[in-house]
């Protein structure tokens, strides 16, 4: 039955059967009936070097049936934490890590390479590399907040990447290229690219993905510089309140994702 109910809950794994925007998803997904919370205590099983969640004492399993294992223990916390804070019923709007740890064990894990690979390909036509052209206040804000990290990622990993003016598509040299693949094979495991891929994919920067990963920026640091040209916009034209519950939706699972590859960096 518990398996049953996880598939139930979580839904199919697959990226393509769950909707990019946050804010329609949790739309969708408050349509459907919440099942009710089906245990008592939550708890973490270290097992084959790695740490399970358990509910009353039986393991739980991901939407395609595998064991939800995370590699660490503070990982796995995070997991537990959410199941554990359900109330009468389940809402998986509230599980992200949860969700983001089935979508590793479930979907990354057998497709690595080619999740691997579109993080590599946001390097390509990566925000930070295209420049307004205009208005200057914008253009000189750009290139305060994204040439440091631009030359960070030269000088650290030997991504030398052109700056585009506008929104016309330019070919990046292949050796930038490279050098972001050589500098992101660190991290070539199925649940940090996972993490990686939500970063990359909601800031729209793999370069970002890259410096938050190493250190080089902190959690609100790259969010702000994914941002600087909707603040911009917002500074000179305002916002309205879903524009702003869409994007405190997208914080939430960035800094979900974020949280989660923290959980799994080692120990000191």
């Not at 994919?201 to 890259?210: I, M, R």
């Amino acid at each position: 039955m518990r398996d049953e109910l996880n598939q139930d809950i979580f839904g199919t794994f697959v990226p393509e059967h769950s909707h990019e925007d946050p804010v329609r998803r949790a739309q969708i997904q408050m349509k459907r009936p919440l099942p009710k919370r089906f245990y008592e205590s939550v708890g973490i099983d270290e097992r084959d070097g790695g740490f399970s969640i358990t509910l009353d004492g039986k393991p739980v399993k991901t939407p395609a049936k595998n064991l939800l294992q995370l590699p660490t223990r503070e990982a796995a916390e995070l997991v537990a934490a959410e199941w554990a804070g359900q109330g009468e019923h389940i809402d998986p709007a509230t599980m992200p890590v949860t969700k983001l740890a089935n979508t590793a064990i479930d979907a990354v894990s057998n497709s690595l390479a080619e999740v691997f690979d579109e993080i590599v390909r946001f390097a390509g036509t990566d925000m930070l590399c295209y420049r307004a052209d205009g208005p200057k206040e914008l253009i000189d804000r750009q290139a305060a907040r994204w040439d440091p990290v631009l030359s960070w990622a030269t000088t650290a990993h030997g991504t030398r990447f052109f700056l585009v003016e506008g929104v016309m598509h330019q070919e990046q040299p292949a050796e930038a290229i490279s050098a972001y693949t050589r500098a992101l094979e660190r991290y070539r495991d199925a649940f940090l690219i996972s993490c990686l891929n939500v970063v990359t994919t909601l800031t729209g920067s793999a370069v970002l993905a890259l410096a938050y990963a190493d250190g080089a920026c902190d959690l609100d640091e790259v969010w702000s510089l994914a941002h600087i040209d909707e603040d911009w916009a917002v500074e000179h034209w305002g916002t309205d309140a879903e524009a702003e519950a869409r994007r405190d939706a997208r914080y939430a699972e960035y800094a979900s994702a974020a949280a989660l590859f923290q959980a799994l960096q080692p120990q000191s």
